[in-house]
């Protein structure tokens, strides 16, 4: 059995659009694309050129906090 990933929080999605300034459009891609390869959003957000590195680190700073 495939483990899943967890889908993210409302809180992480609020915290790229508010606080980081991503738009709707490029968190939904990167919702369905990391729903799509199984992927953590962050991870999959960066990859595809959606959040720069220091974005990203941003993020797992914050995840890791909360």
Known sequence: MKN????PTDELCNFIIDKLGINQNALEL????ARFENSP???V???YGLI???????ILF???DN
């Open 4 to 7: 899943t990933i967890n889908p």
């Open 30 to 33: 990167g919702i369905k694309r």
């Open 41 to 43: 959003l962050p991870i």
């Open 45 to 47: 957000m960066w990859s």
């Open 52 to 58: 720069s590195l220091t974005q990203l680190n941003i």
């Open 62 to 64: 914050w995840l890791k």
